[in-house]
């Protein structure tokens, strides 16, 4: 009889120690995520676009159940939005500033062969992660044009995007390109041909032809009617009718 019961208070005690340890925050199973602890995502949908992407895991503070204390987690969406500038003749160009209207994205400079990679950083809640962003490209080419006499000219002021990873469905992760092509060009361009170009432009605004304005002609007040029988009748029947 005593085995049975021995067998039965070890019992009880091994689920009281999975409890406490369970609330306290120590895993039951495994090691404790970390913010070091990468969970790679399923399926890529854009590979030569979004790269290095992948799920990471933050402390984001503590929760408190009655006098223990757990560590409470958040996961992200880490990863780069990669990108090619050149020039009109296909060359690549260097050290041409990307900045991004847009919140969890880091703004980024081409390397030596004109890419970019925007680092973004978008937090998951309830497995949906989604973000809109703007690249502003090349944005203070006019100061150096200024200065050094000579810059490059972006085709495409700014391009929206968006990014959307979906836990829930697989992992999946896609981008909405938008107006955001994989390759942007930049034109070079001279000071006095910037000159040229502005003034180009004002000739075209001006050579527009201008609308006159007719005089207007006050119109000869209308003959008064003598007004039928049932005309008004029959228009409020109408709208009775209209707003029924």
Not at 24 to 37: E, F
Not at 39 to 65: C, S, Y
Not at 85 to 99: A, C, T
Request: contains cysteine; glycine residues 8%.
């Amino acid at each position: 009889m005593k085995k049975p019961l021995y067998s039965l208070l070890l019992t009880a005690n091994c689920l009281l120690l999975t409890v406490f340890l369970g609330c306290s925050g120590i895993p039951l199973i495994g090691k404790k995520s970390t913010g070091g602890k990468i969970t790679i995502i399923n399926e890529n949908l854009n590979p030569d676009r979004l790269v290095d992407v992948k799920i990471i895991k933050e402390l984001a503070g503590q929760k408190k159940f009655l006098i223990v204390s757990n560590d409470r987690y958040t996961d992200w969406l880490l990863g780069f939005l990669k990108g090619e500038i050149v020039d009109e003749k296909g060359v690549p160009l260097e050290n041409i500033q990307i900045i991004v209207d847009g919140i969890g994205f880091e703004n980024a400079v081409t390397d030596i062969n004109g890419i970019y990679k925007v680092r973004f950083k978008i937090p998951i809640v309830k497995g949906i992660a989604d973000a809109n962003g703007k690249l502003i490209i090349h944005p203070k080419w006019e100061t150096e044009l200024e200065v050094k006499g000579m810059s490059y000219q972006p085709t495409i002021k700014d391009a929206p995007f968006r990014i959307y990873y979906n836990g829930n469905a697989g992992g999946i992760v896609a981008l909405n390109e938008g107006k955001l092509p994989p390759t942007i060009t930049l034109n070079k361009i001279t000071q006095s041909q910037y000159k040229q170009q502005v003034k180009h432009k004002k000739t075209l605004e001006n050579k527009k032809p201008v609308e006159k304005k007719e005089p207007s002609k006050k119109a000869a007040p209308a003959p008064e009617k003598t007004p039928e029988i049932g005309i008004e009748d029959d228009l409020f029947k109408a709208l009775e009718d209209f707003n029924k």
